[in-house]
C-alpha cells in the first residue's frame, strides 16, 4: 500500500524558510512525477510544485516562482520543498502526491505551515 508521510512544517516569521519532506513507500518511487500541494483553511487544495522522475524538469506555480524549490532523492524515496522568502499567504497544510492516474488519490496527513507577519 501506499504511503505518503510529509514533515517539516511549522511556525515561522514572515521571510524566514522551512525545509519540507515526504517520504514514500509503496510504489516504485523513481517511476513517478512528484508534487506538492497546499491548503489553506475554508479554500480549496491548490498546486504548488511538480518534479520529474529524475528531477530534470520542475513546474512551480506562479505564486511560488523564485522563493521555492523542489527536489528529490529518490535514493531515499523522499520529495522536499524548500520554502524561503516565506509570506503570511503560505500558512496552509502542505501535502505531497504521486502524479499518477493509479496513485493520484493518496493523500498523507500533511503537515502544517503557520507564517506570521
Known amino acids: 500500500q501506499v504511503q505518503l508521510v510529509e514533515s517539516g512544517g511549522g511556525k515561522v516569521q514572515a521571510g524566514g524558510s522551512l525545509r519540507l519532506s515526504c517520504a514514500a513507500s509503496g510504489l516504485r518511487f523513481s517511476f513517478y512525477r512528484m508534487g506538492w500541494f497546499r491548503q489553506a483553511s475554508g479554500k480549496e487544495r491548490e498546486f504548488v510544485a511538480a518534479?520529474?522522475?529524475?528531477?530534470?524538469?520542475?513546474l512551480n506555480a506562479d505564486s511560488v516562482k523564485g522563493r521555492f524549490t523542489i527536489s528529490r532523492d529518490n535514493a531515499k524515496n523522499t520529495v522536499y520543498l524548500q520554502m524561503n522568502s516565506l509570506k503570511p499567504e503560505d500558512t496552509a497544510v502542505y501535502f505531497c502526491?504521486?502524479?499518477?492516474?493509479?496513485?493520484?488519490?493518496?493523500w498523507g496527513q500533511g503537515t502544517q505551515v503557520t507564517v506570521s507577519s
Open positions: 502526491n504521486v502524479l499518477s492516474i493509479t496513485y493520484r488519490n493518496y
Open positions: 518534479i520529474s522522475q529524475f528531477g530534470g524538469s520542475t
